[in-house]
């Protein structure tokens, strides 16, 4: 008995501490954690009152897990600061489900690559609503009927949200259409709205999205009422549908708020949103500028809007997707009982098809002390306050809209952006509005450029700006000279190049281009100094005195490296000039040159004779030698240093910049790769050298920037000039590596292509400050003429657009037409 009770305490002991092992072996082995879209759902939401909702969902969805069974998957809440960082999430797969109006729809189509599963049914399982503009009763008496929309012009207006389709893209393109809005720029419309409307509320018209240079005014914010650091955004009271109609209650605020017909059923119509309001105060604004009833809007309305839809990332599993869409519809019949506020739902009868002889009510189930159904054909829960998926007390659209009674269940093959903007349902108006805010009245914009390096990275940067969605379409073309870009130009074969200085004043001159935009260097300006540059191993090269010397130069015709140089030389006396050929002064001073371009009689003239020694030690193989492009290794400022480095050169004539971009290890061609700054000094126009960074004093003048050049036209220019601003914010930040497009580096052996690598930035030019007397000033048109026969010998140059007549040619006019005056007043 004795050594049965020890045996039965033994194998007590053993099992008590095999509990106790298992215990601490399940506690030490980590949890395997859960999968995004696979073990949890999360729902991603904007404020804190969306966020309550949710969680009250999954409370509820916990206590009625049974009745979810086969489609049943774990929810979580997720609050964002936005609409735009939730579809970040979804993207990256942080979270699942996101509940999106129809413009944001194709927003995060397009840039976030979402795709929506459900979309929302209102009224009679419609799938669509109606924009709608409302205005206080008598107010904006501008707008008249029979006269349009166009005195809608500097209305105080309320917006829902930029981006959102009934509140904004809907009514920014009707009026554009029928109510005088303009276009001022092809990649921002909050702009265009800004030119139209007065001081207004537009949520989110300051964020990246719409605002991605930085520089939208806060005219569209200042009607909006929210604490610093969430005025004019989603946070704002007056942003979404209900806050519109806020906006335009409020005493001395909003003149005309655009939202939903939905929007007027549950904040107006209610009484419940907007306490002490009544319907009989407000009226709509039809298209043709007559008014209506608020409850009329199935006649006075300003388009069909597809209905609001749920998204999810296009890298969930077709699984995955029905996966959501059944869970979601399980908690439509659960707790989808349509809104009372909501008018002509198919829904209002007895949603469920209840057994009329079951428990009518959570407190007659709850009373006898069931905690739950026992009606096998009632799915609400036992909770004594059921959740109700659209209803959101005190405010609207937590989630989803209230005014939804159903969700309509979409197919793979529906399963895009496209299909919810253009369907049987809607047309195809919500597509055309939401591409018709986006469009450019220019359609192109070509560039042309001179070379097989140039066109690689104009191709680049055409893929660049395709890939942002920028507007109007970029593309590019191959010329076979500077000379023949600008007779393209004209001719309208292309649309702008950028042209070195001298070459702009050729490009007025003869083929009437108009400067838009200017190259601002890394010094902060606009202009660089023109210097000359020597090696400091060899002392005996004199600026005052060259004749036979070996020369490298940017290229014949360019400012700093042709035009200055040669026209210091030959103002001093120190070249022989040949009347205003400078080719042949050079030729006949120098040893040997290599000045690109000089055998070509686009830049020299045909009936002098060859200069052949201004070619001499030009590096180029076969037909590339001597081209005035970067064919040429030696060809541009840096070519022209290399000239002097490896080439032979005893002076090489260029911008300053062009000295720091080659010294100090900055590039690694063998050439350039032990350069030194102290290895390089320049040549001084009194005869003496200083160190490379004494250019301010040691100079042969300022030049101008290059600049961008097209014709003659205000709207083409500007939307040119909008779409390189633009690029330069995407691409402007210098990349090195092969997959990046940076618009101001250039892959070596090859530097400034298209655009100059010590550019930081191209700066716009007003309309006022666009001719090129302007940005040439008066010393480099007098070098030009003392150098080339082909320079203006006029002082002025005049486009046939009168805008663009220089002020010299005005001021030649008006002394004409005085001395008329006077010589027909002598006569008399």
Not at 10 to 17: E, I
Not at 244 to 253: Q, S, Y
Not at 266 to 286: D, N, P, Q, R, Y
């Amino acid at each position: 008995m004795i050594q049965l009770k020890i045996i039965l305490g033994l194998l007590s002991f053993t099992l008590v501490n095999a509990d106790y092992n298992n215990d601490i072996l399940s506690n030490s082995i980590p949890l395997t954690p859960k999968i995004e879209g696979e073990d949890i759902l999360t729902w991603c939401t904007t404020s804190v009152a969306e966020n309550e909702k949710c969680e009250k969902l999954i409370k509820i969805a916990m206590q009625d897990k049974s009745l979810f069974g086969k489609d049943w998957i774990e929810i979580q809440c997720k609050r964002a600061f936005d609409t735009e960082e939730c579809m970040t999430w979804v993207d990256n797969r942080v979270a699942s489900l996101l509940a999106l109006d129809a413009g944001e729809v194709y927003v995060a189509g397009r840039y976030h690559s979402l795709v929506p599963i459900l979309q929302e049914l209102y009224g009679r399982n419609e799938p669509y609503q109606y924009t709608v503009a409302v205005v206080k009763k008598g107010s904006l008496s501008a707008v008249q009927p029979g006269s349009g929309l166009h005195g809608l012009r500097g209305a105080r207006a309320c917006f829902p949200l930029v981006g959102s389709l009934a509140g904004w893209v809907m009514p920014i393109h009707v009026l554009m259409q029928e109510g005088g809005l303009k276009i001022t720029d092809c990649n921002n419309h909050v702009k265009s709205a800004v030119e139209f409307f007065g001081e207004s509320c537009a949520p989110n018209s300051l964020k990246d999205i719409y605002n991605p240079i930085g520089d939208n005014p806060d005219k569209l914010c200042k009607l909006c009422s929210g604490e610093a650091g969430f005025r004019c955004t989603l946070a704002d009271p007056y942003a979404g549908y209900e806050g519109a109609l806020k906006c335009l209650v409020a005493n001395n605020t909003g003149d005309i708020a655009f939202v939903r017909d939905t929007t007027i059923q549950h904040a107006l119509l209610s009484g419940k949103i907007l306490g002490g309001v009544t319907a009989s105060s407000f009226e709509l604004i039809c298209r043709d500028g007559s008014r209506a009833e608020v409850t009329q809007w199935e006649h006075c309305h300003w388009g069909r809007v597809p209905a609001d839809a749920i998204v999810t990332s296009s890298a969930a599993t077709i699984a995955q997707r029905t996966k959501y869409q059944n869970i979601l519809m399980k908690i439509l019949e659960l707790y989808g009982e349509p809104n009372p506020e909501n008018r002509n739902s198919n829904r209002t009868n007895d949603f469920l098809n209840n057994d009329p002889y079951s428990y009518s009510s959570t407190t007659d189930r709850t009373k006898y002390q069931y905690d739950y159904n026992r009606d096998n054909y009632r799915n609400i829960s036992t909770s004594s306050h059921p959740f109700q998926l659209f209803q959101s007390n005190g405010t609207t659209d937590l989630l989803v809209q209230d005014a939804t009674i159903n969700f309509r269940v979409l197919k793979e093959s529906e399963q895009v952006a496209k299909h919810i903007l253009n369907n049987e349902f809607v047309g195809d108006q919500a597509e055309r509005a939401v591409t018709g805010i986006r469009d450019c009245p220019v359609k192109r914009a070509v560039l042309c450029v001179t070379s097989e390096a140039e066109m690689e990275k104009c191709i680049k940067m055409r893929v660049a700006l395709k890939a942002a969605f920028m507007s109007p379409t970029f593309s590019c073309w191959r010329s076979h000279s500077t000379r023949h870009c600008e007779r393209a130009i004209a001719e309208g074969t292309c649309d702008f190049a950028l042209f070195d200085a001298a070459d702009m004043l050729h490009a007025a001159y003869r083929h009437r281009l108009v400067p838009f935009m200017q190259e601002v260097y890394t010094s902060g300006d606009n202009w660089y100094y023109a210097v000359a540059v020597a090696k400091e191993q060899d002392p005996d090269t004199d600026l005052t005195y060259l004749r036979g010397k070996n020369t490298c130069h940017t290229g014949i015709g360019m400012a700093a490296g042709w035009v200055y140089p040669l026209a210091y030389l030959i103002s001093n006396g120190w070249i022989r000039p040949y009347g205003c050929d400078g080719a042949q002064a050079a030729a006949q001073y120098f040893s040997k040159s290599c000045a690109s371009g000089s055998l070509s009689a686009e830049y020299v003239d045909a009936n002098t004779v060859p200069h052949d020694n201004l070619c001499h030690l030009c590096h180029g193989a076969s037909f590339r030698r001597c081209r005035r492009d970067a064919n040429e290794p030696y060809f541009g400022h840096v070519g022209a240093l290399r000239c002097m480095v490896e080439g032979g050169g005893d002076v090489a004539f260029v911008r300053h910049t062009a000295l720091t971009e080659i010294t100090g290890g900055r590039r690694r061609e063998w050439w350039a790769r032990d350069l030194l700054p102290d290895d390089l000094q320049l040549l001084c126009p009194d005869g003496t050298r200083e160190k490379m960074h004494e250019y301010k004093k040691c100079n042969l003048g300022k030049v101008p920037g290059s600049v961008l050049m097209g014709r003659a036209n205000h709207t083409e220019l500007d939307t040119y000039s909008n779409l390189m601003v633009y690029a330069q914010q995407l691409y402007g930040a210098t990349m090195t590596d092969e997959f990046s497009f940076s618009m101001f580096y250039s892959v070596p052996p090859y530097a400034d292509l298209i655009f100059s690598d010590s550019a930081v930035r191209l700066k716009p030019l007003s309309h006022k400050k666009r001719s090129a007397e302007i940005i040439a000033g008066k010393a480099l048109p007098r070098a030009a003429r003392i150098v080339s026969c082909d320079a203006p010998q006029a002082s002025y140059y005049f486009a046939s657009d009168p805008d663009f007549l220089s002020s010299a040619y005005k001021q030649g006019v008006v002394g004409h037409l005085i001395a008329f005056a006077i010589l027909l007043i002598a006569l008399l």
